[in-house]
Structure formats: structure tokens, C-alpha cells
């Protein structure tokens, strides 16, 4: 009997959590910025909560931990929740020089950070970007990770480039007004990171690239944050890295180690996706056969926000297994 009213009071308390997540403006307001002195730069680390510790890995690479907290947050209830900006994102330090920011620094930076935790294991819920630290910490700390969820996200740095070169190709074939002041500017020598090309290339439309429902919005914090770090972005991506890519993350390649991965993994992707387009996502299957594998129908790279129903049901029974 105790049982069933344990497993009883669980389900409210996920369902609950289902419904409110990604609801509530005033999340960030429960969670309280500790930084923390690691390779001479302080790191803006936000922990709440109890239970077995979940870090949360935002995408970019550039973005800061909020939009992850603003769709994730409430899993305090449920869990510890560990959101953190990595060096040069959100509240952390700025490197003094941008060739420290790396794939493999922000996958040391977590190893450090779950040491300093304390922790002896960790799940991992990594979204775009966030996944490829994600995968490349589970390979490398095998026994430190207990479950891993890859929302819309990269096996290397190969399928980072095909992805490009696919949206490059809708956004051509789709907009082609748009696309003759991108060969134009090209043809100048201008490389995705220089403006004016950076804000042409960045102004076509969002559907069927990032959102299946453009009308969807983030849910963001109400106090001045650094949403977006461009330098970070182009360190590890590469100065045209919308057309080219290089920096570490073209090193980066996990297919064929992902079958040794230990932890329990769920891979998410959308229908819809640009950015993690499902031609490739569907790889997974091939290169991670002992992950459960998810596609979304009505989504494009956000998932959570797109079906959250769906998603946040899959999401609780997976962690809770």
C-alpha cells in the first residue's frame, strides 16, 4: 500500500511538473547564481533542488544556460538541477583568449564541476550544441553518467557541416531573392561571421528551420542577461562557420563510439528540424542502437516547446525508469 501511494504521489508530482514546465516566468527567480573559481575564471553554476543531480546543456555554441532553465527548471521538484554557463557564456568570465573556448574545454569544465559538486553521477539533457559535450563526456567518463537525453542534436563534426550545407540549400531553393545579397556578398569575400553578411544570412525566416510554429517563444528571464556569445560561436565553429566548418568542432566525430556509450540514452529529433535535419539525425538508429530514439512530428528544433505534452511525458518516463 505504501508503495502505491508512493508511485501515486510520483505521478502527481511529474504530471505536475509536465504541465508547469516551461510555464513559469518566475523560475529564475527560485535559482540563486554561485560562482565558482575554476582555471582562474569564476563560473556562474545555479543548483536547486534534491535527488539525483541532472546538468542541463544549452545549445550555440554561445547561448547561456537560461532558455535551458526557463524549459527545464521545474524539475527542481523532482531532482537536483545543475544550470551553468560555460567560460565566456551567460555569467561566466570571458577567456582572455578565444582559443580557450573549445569542445573539449566545456567538456572538461564539466568533469571539474561534478568533482567540485561532488557528485558520483551525473544525467545529462543536452539540446543542439549541448548534445556534443554531451556525448563526448559520456564517452570519455563512461561510469560518471547515468542517463543522457540528446534533444536535436550532432554526432560529429561531419554532420554539423551536411546540416549546413542543407539549410544553405532550402534557403537558396526557397528564398532565392534573399540568397542573390548572400552571393553577392560572397563573392566579396565576406565570411558568415563579418557583417553586413551576418545579418542577412541570420534575417530568413525561421520556419521549417528552428520552429515548425514560429509563434512559440523561449521563455526568458525578466533581468539583463548575455544571451548569445558570437565569439564563442566562432571559435568553435569557425569564422564562416554557416558555410565552412572548422574550430573543434569539425574534429569532433562519435559515431563509432557511441554503441559503447554505458549510459541510458534517449535521442529526440523533429520532423521538421533545419538545423538537426532528420535525414542524418536518423543515424542514431545506426551508430547508437541501444538508445531509445524519438522523432517528433510536429517539431522543428524545439521539441519541448513544440509538443511539450508529448515531450514532457516521454522526458519523465525515461528519467524515471
Known amino acids: 500500500m505504501k508503495t502505491l501511494i508512493r508511485l501515486f504521489s510520483i505521478t502527481l508530482l511529474l504530471v505536475t511538473a509536465t504541465v508547469s514546465a516551461q510555464q513559469d516566468p518566475e523560475i529564475f527567480e527560485k535559482f540563486e ?21 541532472i546538468f542541463f546543456l544549452p545549445g550555440g555554441p554561445g547561448n547561456s544556460h537560461d532558455y535551458m532553465q526557463g524549459n527545464f527548471g521545474q524539475y527542481y521538484k523532482t531532482n537536483t538541477v545543475v544550470f551553468f554557463d560555460w567560460l565566456g557564456r551567460g555569467k561566466s568570465d570571458d577567456a582572455k583568449d578565444a582559443s580557450e573556448y573549445s569542445v573539449e574545454a566545456d567538456v572538461a569544465l564539466m568533469e571539474k564541476l561534478r568533482i567540485l559538486l ?42 554539423w557541416q551536411a546540416n549546413c550545407d542543407s539549410y544553405n540549400h532550402y534557403a537558396k531553393t526557397h528564398f532565392p531573392e534573399k540568397w ?19 545579418t542577412v544570412y541570420g534575417n ?17 528571464p525578466k533581468y539583463k542577461h548575455r544571451g548569445w556569445a558570437n565569439d564563442v560561436y566562432t571559435s568553435i565553429i569557425g569564422r564562416d562557420g554557416d558555410f565552412d566548418v572548422s574550430g573543434s568542432m569539425i574534429n569532433q566525430d562519435y559515431r563509432q563510439q557511441l554503441k559503447d556509450v554505458k549510459a541510458k540514452t ?8 533545419g538545423v538537426s535535419t532528420p535525414e542524418f539525425a536518423v543515424q542514431y538508429k545506426i551508430f547508437m542502437p541501444q538508445a531509445q530514439f524519438e522523432m517528433f512530428e510536429q517539431s522543428g528544433h524545439n521539441p519541448y516547446l513544440e509538443e511539450p505534452e508529448k515531450f514532457f511525458n516521454l522526458f519523465n518516463t525515461f528519467m524515471n525508469e
Not at 180 to 198: A, I, N
Open 33 to 53: 547564481s554561485k560562482f565558482y573559481t575554476i582555471d582562474g575564471y569564476k563560473i556562474n553554476v545555479e543548483v536547486l533542488g534534491s535527488g539525483d543531480p
Open 266 to 273: 534517449l535521442i529526440v529529433a523533429g520532423r521538421y528540424d
Open 118 to 159: 561532488k557528485y558520483d553521477k551525473i544525467s545529462l539533457v543536452g539540446h543542439s550544441y549541448g548534445t556534443v559535450p554531451a556525448q563526448a563526456y559520456a564517452i570519455q567518463y563512461k561510469d560518471h553518467v547515468d542517463k543522457m537525453v540528446l534533444i536535436n542534436g550532432f554526432h560529429s563534426g561531419a554532420m
Open 180 to 198: 542573390k545579397q548572400v552571393d553577392s556578398l560572397r563573392e566579396l569575400g565576406y565570411v558568415s561571421s563579418q557583417e553586413p553578411l551576418k
Open 204 to 220: 530568413f525566416p525561421t520556419k521549417y528551420i528552428y520552429y515548425h510554429n514560429t509563434s512559440l517563444k523561449q521563455n526568458a
